[in-house]
């Protein structure tokens, strides 16, 4: 992660956010925020992973693409509809507690693209 971290703080001047690690998906993960969009860079933490897997073959650049939205099941559903191929049918928990999904990357042109959404907040 350091050329990422070197290139997106150092030299773009983007804070420092967030940075964890997400063992349920074998990777270090470190967010740079920019205004509303962040930029995401994740390190795997074995040669197994899928993103060891994908860098293997692929090198180091754009991994994939995430969205908030409003409500992830009623999103996958449509997608789902149109015939898009999705990798997660139903949103999965990541660690802090966010649903996530996939989409496939057959279906995009070739970028894996990523919906999450944050839970609902008490009153």
Known sequence: MTAGTEFWHDIM??????????EGQGVDVAFFDSGEASVELISPLDNDSGVAKYLAKKGPGMHHLCFEVDDI???L???SAKGVQLIDEEPRLNKKGIEV???HPKSTGGVLVEFYQL???KI
Request: no cysteine.
């Open 13 to 22: 001047g983007l804070p420092k956010g967030k940075a964890y690690r997400e």
């Open 73 to 75: 099941r009623s999103t």
């Open 77 to 79: 559903a449509e997608l």
């Open 101 to 103: 999904a996939f989409v």
């Open 119 to 121: 839970p609902t907040k």
